[in-house]
């Protein structure tokens, strides 16, 4: 079970923002912008490069997920991004699709 099936089933503690059906937006526990949350399915994908045709729905739920949440969190007026990593070189951490949402301040193109 990975560290957020975890947090999905509350066995590990997360400060949650909204939840769905299939997914579960969380704070990131090492945030890199003044604002930075998870959305997580709840059914665990390993990665983005393993979806299928039948995840098409999930992965529309996980972006009207990204987006609400970040108007509740303010972000609607200036911006923010979206980022999904990918095995070890795309900076994949956790092997459980999420899609990092940040803002809170300006990001620079390309980053690193």
Same mark, same amino acid.
């Given at each position: 079970m990975t560290l957020f099936e975890k947090i999905a089933a509350r066995e590990i503690p997360a400060d949650i923002l909204a939840e769905g059906t299939?997914?579960? #937006?969380?704070?990131?526990? #090492?945030?890199? &912008?003044?604002?930075?949350?998870?959305?997580?399915?709840?059914?665990?994908?390993?990665?983005? /490069? !393993?979806?299928g045709a039948h995840d098409t729905q999930l992965l529309g739920n996980l972006l009207v997920a990204a987006a609400s949440t970040a108007r509740q969190e303010g972000? &609607?007026?200036? /911006?923010?991004?979206?980022?999904? *990593? *990918?095995?070890? *070189? /795309? /900076? !994949?951490?956790v092997p459980h699709l999420h899609l990092h949402v940040l803002g809170g301040r300006p990001m620079n193109w390309p980053p690193g």
């Open positions: 299939d997914w579960i #937006a969380f704070r990131d526990i #090492a945030p890199q &912008a003044p604002v930075h949350f998870l959305v997580v399915p709840k059914r665990c994908i390993p990665r983005v /490069g !393993e979806i972000l &609607a007026v200036d /911006g923010y991004r979206i980022v999904i *990593n *990918n095995g070890p *070189n /795309g /900076g !994949e951490t």
